[in-house]
């Protein structure tokens, strides 16, 4: 399975970015969740959104309280999830990894995608 990650680069305070993220070599049926985590320096990986499906279109979302209200998640198509970022703070710096979970038990991840927030 390959995950890859698009999207990141730098903003400034109040900007909005837009991640996302495209598996390959995988059957859409055994995927039960894609979404984001990320890791700021010095820090341990965190999660920032969930989309698990549930039966309907939607499907379930999850988000850390942090980005609750700033941070969207949707799905693309069966295989592609996108993470839309708006008013960004500096301490929403880091290295963002898409996250998929199969309906298997296993758990996949992206390289990582650079994500900063200056001015």
């Known amino acids: 399975v390959q995950l890859v990650e698009s999207g990141g680069g730098l903003v400034q305070p109040g900007g909005s970015l837009r991640l996302s993220c495209t598996a390959s070599?995988?059957?859409?049926?055994?995927?039960?969740?894609m979404g984001w985590y990320r890791q700021a320096p010095g820090k341990q990986r965190e999660l920032v959104a969930l989309?698990?499906?549930?039966?309907?279109?939607?499907?379930?979302t999850n988000y850390a309280d942090s980005v609750r209200g700033r941070f969207t998640i949707s799905r693309d198509h069966a295989k592609k999830v996108s993470l839309q970022m708006n008013s960004l703070k500096p301490e929403d710096t880091a290295v963002y990894y898409c996250?998929?979970?199969?309906?298997?038990?296993?758990?996949?991840w992206g390289q990582g995608t650079q994500v900063t927030v200056s001015s």
């Open positions: 996250y998929l979970h199969r309906t298997t038990g296993s758990d996949d």
């Open positions: 070599g995988i059957i859409s049926g055994i995927i039960n969740t």
């Open positions: 989309l698990t499906k549930d039966g309907t279109r939607g499907g379930t």
